[in-house]
């Protein structure tokens, strides 16, 4: 699969499984751990939502786009990630020197008080016994929410600008980052539509097809650093052969991938 974190965006008209295919993206990366999904339709997707089991939790379904403290409230949540992991990591350091002297010749009655409390209490726990969790933004369906317009599209922009780097530690640890992923139906659009500096910063598209020419042009023109258009079309029209099949583009392909496109998920092809 691809490179994590992400800036991934799954553009197509209702109806093409724009949801199931954002699903089974996030089934077959398998290294993700904790969802946060962010759309208006989370009661009529439930069963689709349910399906990823506890990696995502009912207190990380936000469904008001208009809450001005959405996207803040979840960067709070990925530095608490951190704090945690900072947490144990320290506690495992004390443990396991308490447990050193407990087990050494020394006296007992002559070992730190903290050092015998530590040793008893037991081993730290962690969610995620002491690795970096993988973390994962949803956004479904925000489009002309305020998520898109004014000051929250500044936001917006400004978060996928950061991705790679919130959790961030104070030392050369590499931070936890987010991947963030966008449901969309329109790839461009006048107003309340995906930043076009966010569009720019993408490292994945998948794109189911279109029926407008125009709209099929504009997206060539943006990843025209990929392909020209003439290419990217006949690209397209090699990916979209069933009705729910997409083309899958990502823009950071791995040393050992054949092709920066495929069809769906699993099938290569080559550029012309």
């Known amino acids: ?75 709070a949540k990925v530095d608490a990630e951190r704090d945690d992991l900072v947490r144990y990591r320290e506690e495992m350091k004390r443990y396991k020197a308490a447990s050193h ?69 104070k030392d050369k640890t590499p931070s936890l ?9 329109a790839f461009r659009t006048g107003v309340g539509g995906v930043p076009k500096a966010v569009r720019a910063n993408l490292t994945m598209l998948m794109l189911f097809k279109t029926r407008s020419a125009d709209e099929l042009k504009a997206v060539a023109q943006e990843v025209a650093h990929f392909a020209n258009e003439e290419a990217f079309v006949q690209v397209c029209e090699t990916a979209w052969i069933e009705r729910h099949d997409f083309l899958f583009c990502d823009f950071e392909p791995k040393p050992n991938h054949p092709s920066p496109f495929r069809r769906n998920f699993d099938e290569w092809i080559r550029g012309p």
């Not at 109806?15 to 946060?36: M, P």
């Not at 987010?178 to 139906?185: A, D, P």
């Open 1 to 75: 699969m691809n490179k994590l974190p992400m800036l991934c965006c799954v553009c197509g008209r209702r109806g093409l499984g724009k949801g199931v295919a954002t699903h089974a993206l996030i089934e077959n990366l398998k290294v993700i751990d904790r969802i946060f999904y962010a759309g208006p339709a989370a009661d009529s997707n439930s069963s689709l939502l349910h399906q990823l089991g506890g990696k995502l939790s009912p207190k990380d379904v936000y469904t008001d786009l208009n809450d001005k403290s959405l996207l803040t409230d979840i960067v």
């Open 101 to 169: 002297r407990v087990q050494s010749e020394e006296p007992l009655f002559s070992l730190r008080d903290e050092d015998l409390l530590s040793f008893h209490a037991g081993p730290p726990k962690h969610r995620w016994n002491g690795r970096a969790p993988c973390l994962l933004l949803w956004l479904d369906d925000i489009l002309a929410s305020s998520l898109t317009v004014g000051r929250g599209a500044k936001e917006l922009a400004s978060l996928c600008f950061r991705h790679r780097h919130l959790g961030a530690f």
């Open 177 to 185: 980052g987010l991947s963030i992923v966008f449901n969309v139906q």
